[in-house]
């Protein structure tokens, strides 16, 4: 069935370094969202992408929507405690289901 | 933050005995959603709404029932709760299949 991977799992990083997650999806998807969620807290949506081979920033924030639409990359420069979090991808493929990805928790070390 | 509430926000129950959580929005979006997250496991999505009446199912559905009579209600139902189903369920809502907003999340612990 399908199914949405992220790596790494777990990502421990000094503050001011670049961190990025990736994530890969089974089959084509339609649209590729990311969300944070803090510890304790619900996902908090931060950007959609649509188009094959999109990218857009949010300051320090950049995300990518792969060629095949099926894969994606959140990078995020110069990491700030604030940053930590665990992110997810999601997106609904051409079934109209919707998955999440299994998430990758960032820790960030002053 | 959207208008989205859950309740109850937290929940002990016993095998085998029915439960129901309530997801309600203020915003007059038109799809609707519940996930469980499980640690291990992310969130995974158990049915979703796209209109009053119209649901479907999602990667987790068995267990679960869900029924929506009106725009701003969504109603998840276990109708025999198990040990398995103890978790955090999240209700969310979106305007189409885009931006999702996320309610609090009702903490149920089956014993």
């Known amino acids: 069935g399908q199914q949405v991977m992220q790596i790494p799992q777990y990502q421990h990083v000094q503050e001011g370094e670049d961190f990025t997650t990736y994530c890969n999806s089974s089959t084509t998807l339609s649209n590729i969202q990311w969300y944070k969620q803090r510890p304790g807290g619900h996902p908090v949506f931060l950007i959609q992408?649509?188009?094959?081979?999109e990218v857009k920033k949010q300051k320090r924030l950049t995300f990518q929507f792969g060629e095949a639409k099926k894969n994606s990359s959140l990078h995020i420069t110069a990491t700030q405690t604030t940053d930590v979090g665990t992110y997810f991808c999601a997106g609904w493929n051409t079934g109209n289901q919707f998955y999440f990805g299994t998430g990758t928790s960032l820790t960030v070390i002053p | 933050d959207a208008g989205i509430t859950q309740s109850p926000r937290h929940k002990v129950t016993e095998t085998g005995t029915p439960v129901t959580l309530r997801c309600h929005q203020t915003e007059n979006h038109r799809y609707m959603y519940w996930y469980r997250q499980d640690p291990g496991h992310g969130l995974r999505l158990i049915h979703y709404s796209y209109g009053v009446k119209d649901t479907d199912k999602g990667e987790v559905s068995d267990g679960y029932s869900v029924s929506r009579s009106k725009t701003e209600d969504f109603l998840l139902t276990l109708e025999s709760a198990t040990s398995s189903q103890t978790s955090v369920y999240f209700c969310?809502?979106?305007?189409?299949?885009?931006?999702?907003?996320f309610g609090p999340g009702t903490r149920l612990t089956v014993l």
């Open positions: 992408l649509v188009k094959s081979g």
């Open positions: 969310a809502i979106s305007e189409r299949q885009g931006k999702q907003f």
